[in-house]
Structures are given as structure tokens and as C-alpha cells.
């Protein structure tokens, strides 16, 4: 059997965004996702999955001894000289059997980032000349965050950027990085505040998920800053919908939205994947404002699927997948 570490590079070595150890009747199945699919990648003893949990919560710090109650870690892996950041989530079922689930975050790669419609892209980059608020949505693992540091990326070096997260998925050196602490009572109102006097030029914020937080990202942006952000919603129009959910007047949300993107990451049929958008902007935004809208996936997502398949660029049965959002 390899090593513990060689079992962890094989699979980055897959380019798997996370590795599932989960116990099954008397073992346990060791799976991975790689573009958003899922393969089961073998199944080992139930000692040996004990074993391999253990471990990984040595190097990540957690309490090794504690089998039951929901865990977090991370630590860091080099790989072909690249730092992988590895972040761990553990917690054990009604019968005390462990499970534990590792997320590969790999570095901002220029070259692997693509659209499956340019002109979304040039799109988002033109919002970015605007101050105000730009909020992306979207699954996990749909790329929110990797498509906010490229757009912060392309405004260096003349602004300064600052990013919130929970937890920095990222390590990107240009960046001022803060990670919320609870516990230290480093939270996102705080750091939102303590970053308002660091005075930067972009803020990133890297989820919106309290009436508490949502109100200092507006105000961050009606103060004369560019401010990304991420909120949980179904499509684009179910943005708005949470953000006034959350507390923030239709007026406010006339006054600082400058665009709102919902995105998926979509297999292409050349075994790559590339981001595709719902976009509102301007008079489609206000619309959504306005309840003008119904609130579902729009047409121009159905187009864009539509022609990606008689491009060639993906097949029907994705497409039929995504059809929805």
C-alpha cells in the first residue's frame, strides 16, 4: 500500500477537487470529484480508512481522539512545486463511524480559466470600471471565487485588493488575504470594519450570508468601493430575492448593484471545463429590482447551452443537465 502522502499526491495528481473517505458496511470508500464528477476510487479495510482519517487530521490539527463531533482543519501539501492548500471537514453518523472530506485548492492558474461565452467575460471586466457591488452565486465548486480573484487580478497593480473569506480558499500574494476567526472574534462585520480603515481599492467578500454582513458589503459599496461577494441563490434573479431577505431596500439595491452573475462550471466535451454565466446588468438588473422578472433560469442561458451543443462544445446530455441552472 503507499504511503498516506503518496495516496494524498496521486489524487492531486488527478487534479480532484475533493477526496470523500466514507465509511460503507465493513470498509471504506475512498472517492474523488474531478470537474464536478464523482468516481469511486477504491475501497480499503475499515482499519486502513481509520488509519488514513487519523492522519489527516494529525497534519490539520485536529483532535485526533474525537470521532463524533464535527471537526475543521488544513495544512498544506507541495506538489510538483505548487503549495495545494487542503482543507478538511470531518464528522461522525448516528453509529459513531467517521467520515472525512479534503478540499484541493489549487493556485490561481491563468491559463486553465475559461468562459464558454467570451463575451460574458469582457462583460464582467467592463463592470469592473463602475464602483459598486458585483455578487456572483452558484453551487459549490462552481468557481465563484476563482472568477473573482481573475476580475481583482486584472486591476493590479493600480488598486489595492482586499479579501474576507471563510476560509481563504486561495493564497494569492497580491492580495491583502483576511480569514475570519470566530473564536479570536474575528468575524466578517468586524474584519469588514477593520478593513474599511485599511482603505483598499476592492473588497472581496467571500460569502454574504447574515442581514449583519450584507448591510457593511453594501455600505462598503456605496462608500466608493468596488466590492465582490458571494451569496447562496438558485439563479440570478434569486439573488435579489436574498438580499431583500436579508434586509437590504430595493432602493439600496438600485443605488450599488452594478451586476449580478449566476454561474456553473460546464464539462466540455474535450474533457475541460469553462465557466458559464446568467447575467444581470443594467436595465435586465433593475427589471429584477423592480420584481419585473419571474425568477427562473433566463432565456439567454437556454440559447447559450443550445449553441455550446451544436458548436460541438458540449453534449446534449450536459446541457440537459444544466438546463435549469
Not at 470523500?20 to 486502513?48: F, M, N, Q
Not at 450599488?256 to 462550471?265: D, E, K
Request: hydrophobic fraction near 40%; aromatic fraction near 8%; charged fraction near 20%.
Amino acid at each position: 500500500m503507499p504511503s498516506f502522502e503518496e495516496e494524498l499526491l496521486s489524487v492531486i495528481a488527478k487534479n480532484a477537487s475533493d477526496l470523500y473517505i466514507l465509511p460503507h458496511d465493513e470498509c471504506y470508500r475512498l472517492s474523488i470529484a474531478v470537474r464536478g464528477r464523482l468516481t469511486l476510487l477504491k475501497s480499503v479495510s475499515y482499519a486502513y480508512g481509520q488509519r488514513f482519517i487519523s492522519y489527516l487530521k494529525y497534519r490539520a490539527n485536529m483532535a485526533v481522539s474525537e470521532h463524533r463531533r464535527p471537526q475543521l482543519g488544513a495544512f498544506r501539501l507541495v506538489y510538483e512545486q505548487q503549495k495545494i492548500n487542503l482543507r478538511l471537514s470531518s464528522v461522525g453518523d448516528f453509529q459513531g463511524h467517521e467520515s472525512l472530506v479534503v478540499r484541493f485548492i489549487y493556485p490561481l492558474i491563468s491559463n486553465e480559466f475559461n468562459f464558454l461565452v467570451p463575451s460574458q467575460w469582457t462583460t464582467l471586466q467592463k463592470c469592473c470600471n463602475y464602483r459598486g457591488l458585483i455578487l456572483f452565486a452558484g453551487p459549490m465548486g462552481a468557481g465563484k471565487t476563482t472568477t473573482m480573484y481573475q476580475l481583482a487580478k486584472k486591476l493590479l497593480p493600480d488598486k489595492i485588493v482586499l479579501t474576507i473569506e471563510d476560509p481563504v480558499e486561495i493564497n494569492y500574494s497580491d492580495f491583502i488575504q483576511l480569514q475570519v476567526n470566530t473564536l479570536a472574534g474575528m468575524d466578517y462585520q468586524s474584519l469588514l470594519r477593520l478593513g474599511l480603515r485599511h482603505r483598499p481599492d476592492v473588497f472581496i467578500i467571500g460569502e454574504i450570508r447574515d442581514s449583519q454582513t450584507a448591510a457593511m458589503t453594501v455600505q462598503a459599496a456605496l462608500s466608493g468601493h468596488l466590492v465582490f461577494g458571494t451569496i447562496h441563490a438558485q439563479n440570478a434573479d434569486g439573488v435579489i430575492s436574498r438580499l431583500q431577505q436579508l434586509g437590504i431596500d430595493s432602493y439600496y439595491l438600485q443605488q450599488v448593484l452594478t451586476a449580478v452573475s449566476y454561474q456553473r462550471l460546464i464539462p466540455l466535451a474535450n474533457g475541460k471545463q469553462a465557466v458559464l454565466c446568467d447575467l444581470l446588468t443594467h436595465q435586465h438588473l433593475t427589471d429584477s429590482i423592480l420584481n419585473k422578472t419571474k425568477g427562473v433560469i433566463s432565456n439567454e442561458w437556454t440559447k447559450n447551452l443550445k449553441q455550446a451543443v451544436e458548436k460541438g462544445e458540449i453534449t446534449s446530455a450536459v446541457a440537459a443537465k444544466y438546463a435549469h441552472g
